[in-house]
């Protein structure tokens, strides 16, 4: 008589793996589409259906993966800091080299937020809010804190060569040039019609990068090699550009 276990069909495998990437694939649609119905109609105007419709899911599922429309948010919020974080950990940054990498670091943080509007937008939707939604995330620390590490490893550098000051603290120095590259940038429009000078101009936007560089190197320079840095140049592409009571104003 044959052996019946001999001649059993196997069962077939179970693809374990299909459904969690189905579920992680519609966690990141409906992440990604509040990320930028949000960042149009803000948190109270971004609800939760305009978001699923955006998605091609349903409001349970937002509920089910997020909690609540607070919940989504939160993670939408923590997921703009960590592709900020993870971009500048890609940047291959020499300490050895402090004045080229923090000036590096500045390049990258105001062209961030420049070419991403939507970091912007949401930033100031939720300072509207007065950061009630931010204050609960458990990850928001741990990004600024990497981004800190950065500045403070050249910083610590630039002053261990007789560079920089030894008297700074890194998180200043990110503060100074985080608000320098967020101002210009939420700003821009209004202080296009304010000033009166095109500020989305390839030429402003040089300009202003380059003064800002300029401005950090400046306050971050041992004063004995403060006495070595060249002034900023006068009269530059931009400035040339702009109309006499233009320039009249801002000298």
Same mark, same amino acid.
């Given at each position: 008589m044959a052996d019946s276990r001999s001649t059993a069909k196997p069962k077939p495998q179970r693809r374990t793996g299909v459904r969690e990437a189905a579920a992680q694939a519609t966690r990141d649609s409906i992440l990604k589409s509040a990320t930028k119905v949000f960042a149009k109609y803000g948190y109270d105007g971004g609800s939760v259906e305009k978001i699923s419709? +955006? +998605? %091609?899911s349903y409001d349970r599922m937002i509920y089910y993966y997020f909690g609540s429309k607070e919940g989504l948010f939160i993670a939408v919020l923590e997921g703009i800091y960590q592709r900020m974080d993870d971009a500048e950990a890609a940047i291959a940054l020499d300490a050895s080299r402090p004045v080229e990498a923090l000036t590096e670091v500045i390049r990258f943080v105001l062209g961030y937020y420049r070419k991403n509007p939507e970091f912007v937008t949401l930033l100031n939707? #939720?300072? @509207?809010?007065k950061g009630r939604h931010i204050s609960k995330s458990l990850r928001a620390r741990e990004y600024s804190s990497r981004a800190v590490a950065i500045i403070a490893e050249i910083l =610590?550098?630039?002053g261990a060569?007789? @560079? !920089?000051? %030894? *008297? &700074?603290? =890194?998180r200043d120095i990110y503060l100074l040039i985080a608000s320098t590259g967020y101002f210009y940038t939420s700003n821009r429009h209004t202080l296009t +019609? !304010? &000033?009166? #000078? /095109? @500020? #989305?101009? /390839? #030429? =402003?936007?040089?300009?202003?990068e380059d003064f800002v560089i300029e401005t950090v190197l400046r306050t971050v320079r +041992? *004063? *004995?090699v403060q006495e070595n840095t060249p002034p900023h140049e006068e009269n530059t592409k931009w400035q040339k550009s702009q109309p006499a009571a233009s320039r009249a104003r801002s000298s």
């Open positions: 419709k +955006a +998605a %091609k939707t #939720e300072n @509207l809010h =610590a550098s630039g060569q007789g @560079l !920089f000051r %030894k *008297d &700074l603290v =890194a +019609a !304010f &000033l009166g #000078e /095109p @500020l #989305e101009s /390839p #030429e =402003a936007i040089t300009h202003w +041992a *004063d *004995d």
